[in-house]
């Protein structure tokens, strides 16, 4: 399963932050296919449709669809030298798929900053840097290796070498490689090399009580607001604090409080949602009498994979899939009525499934 790592330097509110997402989290035992590991945070993706959903269809269950979240501790200046868990930790990271990066925007004298002072800037670039000098070591070895081949004129070797320089270049210059402009050819072989700053990045900004209402009073989330625009990364702004006292209520209370916050939805939701598109995720749905749920697949894949999603034999045994679209079976209001109207598609192993896609999967046994 597809994961999104949680770092940031020692005291910005990282355990803060995951104890919100464990405690919100969903119960492992509905979700198989999920992780079980104490740095795993499982949680439910809010989603409105799903609602609409269940109110058109009245079925007996909802089942929301989940990702996972992992807790990366021990990040400190000159990890990619091996100081402190180092090593470690730039392994944990090569292992998720995208990164959230926690930053302090709250000043609290009784909370030591690592670096002495709050300055969300320079906390990113330190983590920043370490990724880049880890990364600039492996292109560094790369070159060596292919370098020699290019020398022969061996011409898959110097189309490489040409990619690789490129990323040197980059990091000499303190760039990650998400910021790298290539063509689809180049960042196929930019893909293959595993880089830590190619992962797809956002930034939370960590503020403190008072400003979780009205953010753009901090200028701290200002800077990261700017920083991040060149960085080609987004930024939620959180008050981890309030999200682990948000994360104990449900339902109406948690509305309560919500509005008492001044806040329509809570940073943790809004964290969720960002780091599910991040990771390149979408959403389709199955929609029966005993159960509506919503399921998870990477855009891009076709009706096949995503009816393997639910079960390996759907795969297998794929013939086809009626589909209709979220909002033209709202529109129409029934299944039935909808397709009266010609919205119920039949689809083919070539369809390329959309976000919101309401399916159900004909397969062989
Ligand atoms: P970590 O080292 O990054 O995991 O940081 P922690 O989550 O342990 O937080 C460090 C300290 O900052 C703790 O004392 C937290 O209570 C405090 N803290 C975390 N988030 C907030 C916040 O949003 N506002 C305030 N005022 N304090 C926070």
Redesign the pocket.
Known sequence: ALTAGIV????????????AITQAGAESANYPFCTIDPNVGIVEVPDHRLTKLTELVQPKKTVPTAFEFTDI?GIVKGASKGEGLGNKFLSHIREVDAICQ?V?C?A?D??THVAGKVDPIDDIETINLELILADLESVEKRIGRVGKLAKQKDKEAVFELEVLEMLKEAFESDKPARTVEFTEEQMKIAKSMHLLTIKPVLYVA????DDVADPSSNEYVQQVREFAAKDNAEVIV???????EIAELEGEEKEMFLQELGIEESGLDQLIRAAYHLLGLATYFTAGVQEVRAWTFRKGMKAPQCAGVIHSDFEKGFIRAETVAYEDLLDAGTMTAAKEAGKVRLEGKEYIVKDGDVMHFRFNV
Do not use: Q, Y
């Not at 959180?238 to 682990?244: F, G, L, R, T, V």
């Open positions: 940031g330097l020692p005291n910005v509110g990282k355990s803060t932050l995951f104890n501790a926690v302090r709250f609290d009784n909370i960590n503020v403190s009580e959180i008050c981890a604090k309030i999200e682990s």
